[in-house]
């Protein structure tokens, strides 16, 4: 039978539990049998998550322009937002002419020379101040109606640079487009 030096495992037939019975294969070829593309076909792949942005992108737009807060972009969605868009937009403002403004300014600025252009200039910078203190005031008014009705917790994140971005835009370029009247501030 067996010899007392002689391993089990050296017998033919025998069969030790807990092991396989075959050698261990290769590192490199376990790796080489999954490896495998992830995607089939990438170029289709591609050209349809192409697609698919484009339709949300067009969704998205076409929400803006009819104020669908549902499918609007997460930036400017919920009641906050909401409110921050309609107290912009219920006022009439010096900040949302300054592009306007200033691109006539330019164009006369070429045209007149020596103290006209002078006085055109200073006039322009007086106009840039005049938006920024009110932007400034505005901003302030706005957060203590903001924290009055939501509460300062509930303030959204970047929620100065959304309302001055709004405020500096011509109201018919606005998106999402405004729902209130000029004068109809939000309760």
């Known amino acids: ?55 949300a992108r067009d969704k998205e737009w076409q929400a803006m322009r009819e104020g669908d807060e549902r499918h609007m972009p997460l930036e400017h969605r919920g009641p906050e937002r909401r409110f921050l868009r309609d107290y912009v937009d219920a006022r009439t403002a010096p900040g949302e002419f300054l592009l306007p403004l200033s691109i006539v300014f330019v164009i006369l600025s070429l045209a007149v020379t020596g103290a006209a252009a002078v006085a055109l200039i200073a006039l322009f910078y007086f106009m840039v101040l005049v938006v920024g203190i009110e932007t400034f005031i505005m901003t302030r008014r706005l957060k203590k109606r903001f924290i009055a009705k939501f509460g300062e917790n509930k303030l959204p994140r970047g929620w100065t640079f959304y309302v001055i971005a709004r405020h500096l835009n011509l109201r018919r370029f606005r998106a999402p487009k405004p729902k209130v009247k000029r004068g109809e501030y939000p309760v």
Do not use: C, F, H, Y
Request: net charge positive; glycine share 6%; proline share 11%.
């Open 1 to 55: 039978m067996s010899d007392k030096n002689t391993p089990e495992t050296d017998l033919p037939g025998v069969e030790v539990p807990g092991k396989k019975g075959k050698p261990t294969p290769k590192r490199k070829d376990q790796e080489a049998l999954r490896r495998r593309p992830v995607i089939a076909d990438t170029k289709a792949a591609k050209k349809q998550q192409r697609e698919q942005q484009r339709t």
